[in-house]
């Protein structure tokens, strides 16, 4: 199994490999002409978005600037909305539903490293899955970390941190970030 593949897999890998290392530059040099495109040329940054992502449904808008690791492990739905400096560290998949919308300055982080000294000697890391459901907001400023899922139709408070994941139908603030709030209470 070559390093791409161990990545893609969430398994420990070497981010320093070759075929890697060229990705992440064809990426970059597509993601300088996405940011620095004309704002009015949403046609072309609609095309570089969908070259870009391994799925992006129809309806969205990205504002730039915006940065990614690779752009192919990112799959987004239908009526999606980021705002400005969005940055999604796709080591392996980010899944996005429909209807989802990002304040600006959100960060999902699929990469993470080994907690132990010894291990980060081998200069190796891996990722965790990220899915955020149906119908989510993120507010801006939020920390999305490795390996959450996020429920269909919850919102996620400006400013928070994200380390568990977070259920169906709620409003979760903070750092760390907790529910305040139950919707399914209030149909009761």
């Known amino acids: 199994m070559n390093e791409k593949e161990k990545m893609v897999r969430g398994d420990?890998?070497?981010?320093?490999?070759?075929?890697?290392?060229?990705?992440?530059?064809?990426?970059?040099?597509?993601?300088?002409?996405?940011?620095?495109?004309?704002?009015?040329?949403?046609?072309?940054?609609?095309?570089?978005?969908?070259?870009?992502?391994?799925?992006i449904g129809e309806n969205f808008l990205i504002e730039p600037p915006f940065y990614c690791d690779y752009g192919y492990n990112i799959e987004i739905g239908e009526d999606f909305s980021a705002n400005f400096n969005c940055i999604m560290l796709d080591v392996t998949q980010i899944m996005i539903g429909d209807g989802v919308s990002l304040g600006p300055g959100v960060h999902i982080y699929t990469a993470t490293h080994p907690t132990e000294p010894k291990e980060r000697l081998a200069k190796t890391e891996y990722g965790k899955k990220i899915i955020i459901g149906d119908n989510v907001w993120i507010g801006g400023?939020?920390?999305?970390?490795?390996?959450i899922k996020i429920g269909s139709n919850s919102t996620v408070g400006a400013g928070s941190v994200v380390i568990k994941d977070i259920p169906e139908d709620v409003i979760a603030v903070g750092n760390p970030c907790e529910v305040i709030k139950r919707f399914?209470?209030?149909r009761r």
């Open 184 to 186: 399914d209470e209030e």
């Open 141 to 147: 400023g939020a920390v999305i970390s490795p390996g």
């Open 12 to 55: 420990f890998y070497n981010p320093m490999d070759r075929q890697l290392i060229t990705e992440r530059m064809k990426t970059r040099k597509l993601l300088h002409t996405l940011n620095h495109s004309s704002p009015v040329d949403q046609i072309k940054r609609c095309e570089l978005f969908k070259e870009l992502f391994g799925k």
